[in-house]
């Protein structure tokens, strides 16, 4: 029976050893991410060389806009004489980078102020400048400015910036009591010095770009004009501002930095520590589960074969009572009959526990196939009807509804239907009982009743619990495993039915429903 | 009616063999699985009943080889080891029962009845014969009453047989004797007695006379009408 013999795998232990391995893992993982600390060091470089672009930027700009206020002064003087000749007038300020407008203002004159607009006209319109506090004619977006300002000297000539907030950027260039004033586009400056920088810094960035960055210089809208390194999205470590009338530049610049990771030596010791143990615990109980599982599985199918060796024996004291009953006389039948009911007893015994240990065991399978259930039944109560005889129990046996062959496992039926009334036999001597079957279409009721003392109530939930006796029936001198009813109701389950202790007034009774196929 | 037994317990051997043969059955005795299939190929018994476990060949194996010459012969297993696997692997290979040790000569002798039956579906009506209300089909072992069957064994349907065949005559015990049983054993009048208290218990209900007795002489069946 080496077959009986077969290791099972044991789930349960794999399961749990695995489950407490990925604990593990997730313990070290999350402790060692805690103890994880990143500490950023920042070492300052030297910064001469960004120091003295800036300064050279800075003049640069200056240099720049010196040379604009010349070009401005210059084309504004020859404007103040060249009112009438618009052509004239537009060529000159077109000479001029930036110049939106030109504006003729007079001194005490009954002149009027003269407007020409150079290139497209603006949008939104330029108010236009006037120092004229009544306007007449059509009206107009102007803006008012100061007359005694501009015209301080009127024997004189005067220069200079209206650069004030509100108003639009503005130069004026006054020659007697005429004075010109060029409203300017600053934008337009600021780009032709942005792209005066670029050229410019070519060559002027490079002892910066020798230091190897990063660095770099940008206009006022974050634009990088030029730049060395890789740039850090992070805010400049040095801002070198270059601040001209049109536009500010920038030169930034960052310092090294490093990050250095390190661990919390303690928390890392701590969760390793940790996990090793739950991987420890793990293991061991795995070990133990193990150990156990194969302790019991040596038990069960030590019970195993020891059934079936009991078999054999069993199988020839049957065969051989049948053999001699038939040969002795009337009054040895008895005897004979009391050896079969034992023999009987013992086998059923045997079936029992080899069930119970095959449940145990997790190999307990049914074997349906066509057979008579009422029949089997029958061929049962026969067996019982001496013994039950002996103990003065009157047994009724009757069957409602055809006959005809069902599938379902005939052993099981067997079992169920012995430990049923092997638990009539025991608990109700002198009673009357009664064992119906009942066959309809789709259905199988075995109902097994008597009218002994029947099962209190405080109890009735427990008899099909295995080991589970009524106490005080064992002092009564019951014998029995407590396996029967916990086997029936298995066996039952497994079959697809249900075995249920049902109310009665007297005594106890069960019934055991079985669904069958239509088609059986 | 032969039946090829094979098992490696002795015992168990002699035990099958003396509860079939008082019932009218041929036994062949097989220690062990090649001299199961030597007996096999030799007399062609009409059913055999394997013990699995045997030393040398194995049950199964002799199932096999059977099944590989003759697919109709009804084959039973008689064996302790009942797990799933095993029926299944019986079944597979073409085993047509499982009786599980231990069991008793009447559940023996049922299943074998049913697996005759199983495997002669077609040659069942041949020799068949009415006695009163019943049916006798001798090559199923078995009697048919409107809806009722029951199981017969093979010396069962010779007595019926007689009976029918001598309708209205009383049969003296040792006539019956004779022919039911024959020479080959010496059987005493008790068993006579027996049989045909066993056999009345099957077919007859109550307060029916199928089987009359003839007090100091014999039995008869008084015939149709």
């Known amino acids: 029976m080496s077959d009986a013999d077969k290791r099972q795998p044991i789930p349960g232990a794999s399961l749990m050893l695995g489950m407490m391995l990925v604990l593990a893992f997730c313990i070290a993982v999350g402790g060692i991410s805690v103890a994880r600390r990143e500490t950023e060091s920042r070492r300052e470089r030297d910064r001469q060389a960004q120091h003295a672009l800036d300064s050279a930027m800075q003049a640069e700009a200056r240099k720049l806009e010196a040379l604009y206020d010349a070009h401005l002064r210059n084309t504004g003087s020859l404007l103040a004489q060249s009112m009438r000749d618009s052509e004239g007038a537009r060529k000159a300020a077109q000479n001029v980078e930036g110049i939106q407008r030109v504006s003729w203002l007079f001194w005490k004159s009954a002149s009027p102020e003269t407007h020409l607009s150079i290139g497209f006209p603006a949008d939104p319109p330029l108010p236009e400048p006037t120092i004229e506090k009544e306007h007449s004619g059509l009206p107009r977006l102007r803006v008012m400015l100061d007359a005694k300002r501009i015209f301080a000297d009127t024997g004189g000539q005067s220069s200079g910036w209206i650069d004030e907030p509100g108003k639009p950027l503005m130069f004026y260039v006054q020659v007697l009591a005429t004075a010109v004033v060029l409203t300017i586009d600053r934008a337009a400056v600021e780009t032709a010095m942005n792209s005066h920088f670029r050229t410019w810094l070519e060559q002027e960035f490079s002892p910066v770009a020798q230091l190897g960055g990063p660095d770099a210089v940008q206009d006022a809208h974050g634009q990088t004009l030029c730049s060395v390194g890789k740039l850090p999205a992070m805010r400049p470590d040095m801002l070198g501002p270059v601040i001209s009338r049109f536009g500010v530049w920038q030169i930034v610049s960052w310092d090294e930095r490093e990050t250095a990771v390190s661990y919390h030596v303690p928390t890392v010791a701590g969760a390793l520590a940790l996990a090793l143990l739950v991987a420890g615990c793990g293991i061991g109980m795995s070990v133990q589960h193990r150990r156990a599982a194969l302790a019991a599985q040596q038990r069960v199918s030590f019970v195993n074969r020891v059934s079936h060796e009991l078999r054999t024996p069993m199988t020839n004291i049957l065969l051989n009572l049948d053999v001699i009953e038939e040969s002795v006389s009337v009054s040895a039948r008895s005897r004979v009959g009391l050896v079969r009911e034992e023999a009987g007893r013992l086998s059923r015994l045997i079936e029992n526990v080899l069930t119970f240990s095959r449940q145990e065991e997790g190999c307990l399978k049914l074997n349906p196939g066509p057979c008579l259930p009422a029949e089997i039944v029958s061929g049962i109560v026969r067996q019982f009807e001496p013994a039950l005889l002996r103990r003065g129990i009157r047994l009724a046996r009757t069957h409602e509804g055809p006959e005809t062959e069902s599938v379902l496992d005939a052993d099981a039926l067997a079992q169920i239907t012995a430990n049923l009334l092997s638990n009539v036999e025991k608990y109700a001597p002198g009673a009357a009982a009664a064992v119906h079957t009942r066959r309809t279409e789709n259905e199988f009721t075995l109902t097994v009743r008597d009218e002994g003392p029947g099962i209190a109530e405080s109890v009735a939930g427990r008899i099909f619990e295995p080991f589970y006796r009524v106490d005080d029936r064992v002092q009564a001198g019951v014998s029995g495993t407590g396996l029967g009813l916990s086997i029936a109701r298995d066996l039952a389950q497994r079959m697809g039915g249900a075995l249920q202790l049902i109310s009665s007034e007297r005594g106890a009774s069960f019934e055991f429903r079985l669904p069958l196929d239509k088609h059986d | ?225």
């Open chain 2, 1 to 225: 009616m032969t039946i090829l037994l094979a098992d490696d317990d002795p015992v168990t051997l002699e035990s099958l063999a003396a509860c079939l043969q008082p019932e009218g059955f041929r036994t062949l005795l097989a220690r062990d699985g090649e001299e199961a299939l030597t007996l096999w190929q030799k007399h062609k018994p009409d059913l055999l009943c394997l013990d699995i476990m045997m030393p040398g060949m194995d049950g199964y194996e002799v199932c096999r080889r059977v099944r590989a010459a003759d697919a109709g012969v009804p084959i039973l297993f008689l064996s302790a080891k009942s797990e799933e696997i095993d029926v299944v692997v019986g079944l597979r290979i073409g085993a047509d029962d499982f009786v599980r040790k231990p069991f008793g000569k009447h559940e023996l002798i049922a299943r074998i009845g049913s697996a005759l039956r199983r495997t002669k579906v077609v040659k069942s009506t041949a020799n068949s014969f009415q006695l009163g209300p019943l049916r006798v089909l001798p090559a199923e072992l078995r009697a048919q009453r409107e809806d009722d069957s029951m199981d017969l064994t093979p010396r069962e349907v010779s007595i019926l047989k007689l009976l029918h065949e001598r309708a209205g005559e009383v049969l003296s015990r040792d006539t019956l004797l004779d022919v039911c049983w024959g020479l080959e054993y010496m059987p005493e009048s008790r068993t006579l007695d027996q049989h045909i208290a066993k056999l009345r218990k099957k077919i007859e209900r109550e307060s029916e006379e199928i089987i009359e007795t003839v007090r100091g002489v014999g039995y008869r069946w008084r015939g149709q009408g």
